[in-house]
């Protein structure tokens, strides 16, 4: 374990969103909590657009943090070395967490240790999702990727698949890594539900209640999601649904289809667990690709958090094999086949809540002290 406690998390060109808060923000509290000689510091380099008011609620949030505007477009990444450059005294005699590819390229070749926090494959989900699409970055993005595993003094992996990913694309040797999967945040603490969810809820209290909570994109199978609940709609009477998301023109048709059986809704983040605490089963289905064979998805542990037993595809990272070896949900590979689901009873539904705390939260100290070993 790494004696010198002394951190800081570096990140360049994040959104201040739920994602940040769950995977920057909460992990920083977590390791203080943790170990009270932990010194940790978020220094971060966010766009210029909007950069007083999240500089106001970065502030808020962590108030001892640094939080600098970007000093050109993404395309010319490289020009905010000139930040680390005149704050090199917050870096020296410290590990610094890099989220990311380029926040790891920026700290490269410095005097203090750097370690790349890997969330994914950077080459793959271009290719596969064009994230870089326009962004000038098309071509040196797997340049990037590749010198921030190779020349970092440490990575951190969301999955073991990502590992292999990087053995297999990179000759990485498997050295110098620490397996962290996505941990659930604590910014979920709300107690309330939605006067409309209630009445929802009263009428289907009794049916086996699936969930889904996420965003719209491509790569979230919401062509699946429909089609399988579709099918369990058609063919057993006492199920319905909760949608947590955005809509669009698929999922209107659907709704107006089952207008009775399906509650959708874009909530507040600090919601969505009271409400999935709700449900019955979490849907998680993603294409068969790379991007998903190495993925961490947080959905996963919040649905084990709220006590739901999941419904994932057969390729999702690391989970897929923890769903079914310990008994925490069902593969599925056929959407149009009726699966014959029964409500969990509170017994089950505690040993989910407990496997995601002991292995997926931020209370869970074997998972939290792997930033330590750095």
Known sequence: MNKNKKYVYFTYNEVLNGVFKSQVLDVITALKKLDEEVEIQLFSIVSPRNFFKTYRELKLLENKSIILPGLAPLKYWW???????????????????????????LNLKNQYKVIYDGRGAV??????????????????????????????????????????????????????????????????????????????LDVNRKHVIYSFAGGNGKWQGVDKIIEFLESQFINEINSC??????????????????????????????????????????????????????????????????????????????????????????????????????KPNFEEKEKLKNYANKYYSKNASNVMRRYLYF
């Open 79 to 105: 020009l905010n070395k000139i930040w680390i450059f005149i704050f090199n005294k917050i870096f020296s005699n410290k590990t610094v967490f890099c989220r990311g590819a380029l926040a790891t390229c």
């Open 123 to 200: 080459i793959a989900e271009h290719e596969e999702y064009g994230v870089f699409n326009n962004s000038g970055l098309e071509n040196s993005i797997g340049i990037l990727e590749k010198k921030a595993v190779l020349e970092s003094q440490g990575c951190i992996a969301v999955s073991s698949k990502l590992v292999e990913y990087w053995k297999e694309k990179f000759n990485y040797n498997g050295a110098k890594h620490q397996i962290i999967p996505c941990t659930v945040s604590s910014f979920y603490k709300s107690e309330i539900l939605p006067v409309d969810f209630k009445n929802f």
């Open 241 to 342: 649904a909760v949608l947590l998301m955005p809509t669009n023109d698929k999922l209107e048709i659907f709704k107006k289809k089952y207008s009775n059986r399906l509650y959708m809704s874009k909530v507040q983040p600090n919601e969505v667990h009271n409400i999935l605490s709700k449900c019955d089963y979490g849907i998680i289905f993603r294409e068969n690709n790379v991007t998903n064979n190495v993925s961490s998805p947080i959905k996963v542990a919040e649905y084990l958090s709220a006590g739901l037993k999941v419904l994932i595809t057969g390729n999702i990272g690391d989970y897929s094999n923890v769903i079914t070896q310990n008994n925490l949900g069902y593969i599925v590979s056929d959407f149009t086949h009726r699966l014959e689901l029964n």
